[in-house]
């Protein structure tokens, strides 16, 4: 039996594939490449829910833009129950509260993802809340909220191409998490607030803060291999490189990449992070031998996402608002199967006495 369900088959999906080998992502029939800074957020979902939600393709943008209005109602009075927290506890009570009779728990989902990363944020600065502007795209719409002052045109694009990158990816821990509790029939809103609360830890959707945090740490190429060799002599994991299914590299990586560079010099740490990957990969190779840890898709992310001027305890927020889109879909294509998922456990502890 695997422990961690490696290459255990738990659902049939028509909405993403992974490949690992080649390194490869197929959203919704179509490479993330062609879809990724050419294909709105909004676009994207639409494509995704096909066939699961009604009216989702006749006017995406209309749909998420009405959505956050909607959201933005129900979520605004809570937000001096923001102070205190962190971002992501922030958003896992925004979302918590949002009501069952609502009409349309697809769009609500999203629209309320956005709404809730840019609350969230603000609230952990003790910041009012921003009104959404129903002209906007989503993601415009969402960091001009958060950071409350306009948003240009390449960045828009930048945080665009971001939450399509991350939009839906196989059944990862979040998305598991989120077909689990749908395939109780708990619903689309519960399945997403199961969804966000996976991402909390480092280990998966957490890791581009800690990677910031790294780069930051590491300061000057010169320091980059000393710092990592001694973060891996002491168990430690470096953030941004692995991943359970890519043994190359993960092909979001270069569409972040790429994204930061059209960001016309609003990075100023896109070379110091190139010379630290390679440094990393080297070091990974040399002291976790054909174990194939490549870059992930937070490395990058991390380099975008701070160029875009956002906090860094806003970038799991941010990655919850993208992969929000997917959790719905899965709920939904989840709750189609009709099957409760309930695997087995093997049991390691005591047995009773055996009675004399
Ligand atoms: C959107 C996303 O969630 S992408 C993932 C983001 N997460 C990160 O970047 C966090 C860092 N990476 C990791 O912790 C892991 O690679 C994960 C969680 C992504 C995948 O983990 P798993 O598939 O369970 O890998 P597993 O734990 O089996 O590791 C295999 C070996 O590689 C090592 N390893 C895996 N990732 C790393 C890493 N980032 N740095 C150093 N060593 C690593 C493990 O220590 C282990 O070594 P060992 O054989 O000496 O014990
Ligand atoms: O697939 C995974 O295990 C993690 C990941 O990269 C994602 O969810 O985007």
Redesign the pocket.
């Known amino acids: 039996m695997t422990i961690?369900l490696d290459d255990v088959v738990a659902a049939e999906t028509a909405l993403s594939h992974v490949d690992g080998e080649a390194g490869r992502l197929i959203i919704a029939g179509h490479d993330l490449e062609e879809l990724a800074g050419r294909v709105s957020f909004e676009d994207v979902t639409a494509m995704l829910w096909e066939g699961l939600v009604p009216h989702a393709a006749s006017d995406p943008k209309a749909l998420l833009s009405e959505a956050r209005q909607r959201a933005y109602r129900y979520l605004a009075p809570l937000s001096p129950r923001l102070a205190g927290l962190t971002p992501v506890e922030g958003m896992r009570l925004l979302l918590a509260s949002l009501p069952d009779a609502d009409e349309d728990h697809p769009s609500l989902a999203v629209g309320a993802a956005g709404i809730a990363a840019a609350m969230a944020v603000r609230g952990a600065q003790g910041l009012a809340p921003v009104a959404p502007d129903s002209l906007l795209g989503h993601a415009e719409d969402t960091l001009r909220m958060m950071r409350d002052a306009p948003v240009s045109g390449d960045e828009a694009k930048g945080l665009d191409t971001y939450l399509v990158t991350?939009i839906d990816?196989g059944l990862?821990a979040s998305t598991f998490t989120a077909r689990v509790v749908a395939s109780t029939q708990a619903g689309i809103l519960s399945s997403v607030v199961a969804g966000l609360c996976a991402l909390k830890g480092?280990?998966?959707?957490g890791?581009p803060g800690p990677v910031l945090d790294m780069l930051d740490d590491i300061g000057t190429v010169d320091n980059a291999e000393a710092w990592l060799d001694d973060a891996?002599a002491r168990g430690e994991?470096?953030?941004?490189?692995?991943?359970?299914i890519y043994k190359v590299r993960d092909p979001r990586a270069d569409v972040l990449k790429t994204a930061v560079g059209r960001l016309k010099g609003k990075s100023n740490r896109i070379a110091f992070a190139e010379a630290v990957e390679a440094t990393a990969l080297k070091v990974?190779e040399r002291r976790?031998p054909g174990?194939r840890?490549d870059t992930?898709?937070?490395f990058y992310t991390a380099v975008l996402l701070d160029a875009l001027g956002v906090p860094r305890d806003g970038f799991t927020p941010l990655?919850a608002a993208g992969r929000a889109a997917g959790w719905v879909a899965h709920a939904i294509e989840q709750t189609r199967t009709g099957r409760i998922i309930r695997p087995q456990s093997r049991y390691v502890g005591a047995w009773p006495a055996q009675a004399a």
């Open positions: 961690g991350v990816h990862n480092p280990l998966h959707g890791a891996i994991r470096l953030m941004g490189f692995g991943h359970r990974l976790k174990r840890l992930n898709v937070e990655f």
